[in-house]
């Protein structure tokens, strides 16, 4: 079982920044990538970022160069830094989680609550 904890998201206005933050808790499983996904009202929930246990990241082509993702693999965190925002990126932000019990092979996906990203023109 994990518990996504996440934080960090508000209003802020277009050419602004914020950083969000997701903390990872469990006593059985191991974390596997990590990342944020994104949902608008009335459209489809989509990547922004996701990132590796080696740290290597995947971007949506339309966040790129403007957000980077990191992690702490000791304090099971994720952070996504996101610069130049602009008002197309206001969407709930979910953080994401691949988990895998210890010992074995088979992964289990793990959503947070979502957090309100809202950017004025």
């Known amino acids: 079982q994990v518990q996504l904890a996440e934080s960090g998201g508000g209003l802020v206005q277009s050419g602004g920044s914020l950083n969000l933050s997701c903390a990872a808790s469990?006593?059985?499983?191991?974390?596997?990538?990590m990342g944020w996904y994104r949902q608008a009202p009335g459209k489809q929930r989509e990547l922004a970022a996701t990132?590796?246990?080696?740290?290597?990241?995947t971007y949506a082509d339309s966040v790129k160069g403007r957000f980077t993702i990191s992690r702490d693999n000791y304090q099971k965190t994720v952070f996504l830094q996101m610069n130049a925002l602009k008002p197309e990126d206001t969407a709930m932000y979910y953080c994401?989680?691949?988990?895998?019990?210890?010992?074995?092979?088979?992964?289990?996906?793990?959503w947070g609550q979502g957090t309100q990203v809202t950017v004025s023109s």
């Open positions: 469990t006593v059985d499983s191991r974390i596997g990538t």
């Open positions: 990132i590796d246990t080696w740290k290597t990241p």
């Open positions: 994401y989680s691949r988990t895998y019990l210890v010992g074995s092979p088979d992964s289990t996906d793990y």
